[in-house]
């Protein structure tokens, strides 16, 4: 303790609280800085401030009650996070699940990337000083919300998701919607080029900035497009296929630059191909039932299973220990925010403040997420 | 030389792209029509939600002030929060005592919107609402009872 005083005192090192409320951490997220000067020697996150204890109550809710918990973590991604749980427990019960929910299920999915990517996009481009783009990303939103909100029910905490199919059949103006969705966003997709991706202020922000090699990344676990930013080929939706993903053909983004500017167009082309699976699907949802008959009450038999999937940010995996019980023994999440969060330091060492905001912007921090 | 060229060439691509980025924004100066802002608390008339809409639990009435509900609690079994509360009364029906409904109590400041309660209902009593304009000024206004004064359960309904 004395040791780091004297250190801290010779090297002019400061310290800074940069949170817990802080317009560029998205949530309560605390970052205690060491400075010197303006450059940062470590960034030490401090996380805890919004943890509701979603993993304890779980062991005390039934299984389809489970469900609506995980709404709460990543909220953007909810409607994965819900495919997740209900694949797992469904992998546990042994249920055939009907095509038509597979296909459903990957359509809301994609549709769930895009608008958490719209929503990073316009915020990204907020928290770098351009108002502008947090209005645009909002506008091409509202449509998506607008489709969830017909379908399911909710705009986002859907809960769509139920142990064996979907809570309802989808509303027969979703075919409609997400087509005409689709062809008025890949109108509007070229003009987050125009906006922010070629814009000079931009990309002397971003570009060289928070530079994560591939190796680092695999030791720390950063999934998803941060990952595959740095060259890091994690995409369960390609190499674990799940729901209706081994029919459709999609490209998997990999950059190798592993700085802010390929995260940021990692994301970007990810829209595009969400865009593409999209319009793959749409028209071939298979006719069948929206639900595989399950009982009113699931009892899992005794036995553990573990389901990933792809969300918006990265690697999301379900671990399910049972006892028989109607509630589960244990429940584990592997959220990605959390992993991705702990290479934050690696990445914003020797930069400067102003950079470290880029750095967490393109991380796409979801606070509920990393916290439980 | 080269860096001179490299120089300008940096100024010049640098304003031409704030320049296409200004461009868009004021496409939308000059075209007012493809703004979407809905000017909300105005349009609150014309403002529809979509049917699926779950804003709270309400339970069905008809005009005859009747209710669907028996008071057999699968919706509280089904609920993870614990936002509805049944407290049942017994009646006298053909000289047997039978539980039926007395207070459906509807906490609406634990209720999460997931919608589990509608699906396990075994008599299609309840649904959920469009409406969203929740807030209160004291929170014990947000404690509801749902099943209206003076109402019954419909004829036929076990």
């Known amino acids: ?372 | 030389m080269k860096s001179v060229v490299n120089y300008f060439k940096e100024i010049y691509f640098g304003l031409r792209s704030l320049i296409t980025g200004l461009r868009v924004t004021g496409h939308y100066i000059t075209h007012p029509k493809e703004i979407i802002t809905q000017q909300y608390p105005e349009n609150r008339d014309t403002l529809k939600m979509f049917e699926r809409f779950r804003g709270e639990v309400v339970l069905i009435h008809d005009e005859k002030n009747e209710h669907r509900c028996t008071g057999c609690s699968a919706c509280e079994v089904a609920c993870p929060n614990g936002t509805i509360e049944i407290i049942h009364k017994k009646v006298d029906v053909d000289g047997r005592k039978v539980k039926a409904l007395d207070k459906f109590v509807y906490h609406l400041q634990m209720c999460t919107m997931c919608g589990l309660c509608i699906p396990a209902c075994p008599t299609d009593a309840i649904k959920m609402a469009n409406t969203f304009e929740h807030a209160v000024f004291d929170r014990s206004k947000l404690t509801k009872i749902l099943n209206k004064p003076g109402s019954k359960i419909m004829d036929g309904i076990k």
């Not at chain 1, 919300?145 to 809570?167: H, S, W």
């Not at chain 1, 674990?240 to 999609?250: E, G, L, T």
């Not at chain 1, 082309?269 to 319009?279: Q, T």
């Open chain 1, 1 to 372: 303790m004395e040791e780091t005083i004297t250190t801290a005192l010779e090297s002019q090192e400061y310290f800074i609280n940069m949170g817990p409320q802080h317009p560029s951490t998205h949530g309560v997220l605390r970052l205690v800085l060491s400075l010197d000067g303006e450059i940062i020697r470590k960034v030490e996150p401090h996380i805890g401030y919004i943890h509701r204890s979603i993993e304890k109550m779980c062991e005390h809710d039934s299984y389809q009650q489970i469900v609506h918990l995980t709404d709460r973590m990543d909220y953007l991604s909810c409607h994965i996070n819900n495919e997740a749980v209900c694949l797992a427990v469904e992998m546990g019960l042994q249920v055939e699940i009907p095509e038509r929910v597979k296909v459903i299920r990957t359509i809301i999915g994609e549709l769930t990337r895009l608008s958490s990517h719209q929503l990073w996009w316009g915020v990204m481009g907020m928290d770098l000083g351009a108002i502008t783009t947090f209005l645009y990303g909002f506008r091409d939103r509202e449509l998506i919300t607008d489709i969830f909100e017909e379908t399911c029910g909710a705009r986002l905490t859907m809960n769509y998701n139920v142990p064996g199919g979907l809570m309802f059949d989808i509303h027969p103006n979703f075919q409609k919607r997400t087509k005409d969705f689709v062809t008025y966003f890949k109108k509007k997709l070229p003009e987050y080029d125009d906006l922010l991706s070629n814009n000079v202020i931009f990309r002397e922000r971003t570009i060289g900035i928070g530079k994560l090699s591939k190796e680092d990344a695999i030791s720390f676990g950063v999934t998803g497009p941060t990952g595959r930013a740095s060259g890091f080929s994690c995409d369960v939706r390609k190499h674990y296929p799940y729901s209706a993903y081994d029919r459709v053909q999609f490209k998997e983004i990999l950059r190798t630059e592993g700085d802010c500017f390929a995260r940021y167009q990692c994301r970007i082309a990810e829209m595009w191909e969400s865009l593409s699976i999209i319009e793959q699907l749409i028209d071939n949802i298979p006719e069948g039932p929206f639900k595989a008959p399950t009982k009113a009450v699931i009892k899992l038999p005794k036995g553990e299973w573990y389901q990933k999937v792809e969300t918006a940010r990265g690697e999301f995996g379900v671990y399910i220990i049972s006892e028989g019980q109607k509630s589960p023994y244990r429940l584990k999440f592997r959220s990605p925010g959390f992993s991705n969060l702990s290479a934050l330091d690696h990445m914003a060492r020797g930069c400067k403040i102003a950079d470290l905001v880029a750095i967490m912007s393109t991380i796409d921090l979801v606070i509920p997420d990393i916290d439980r």
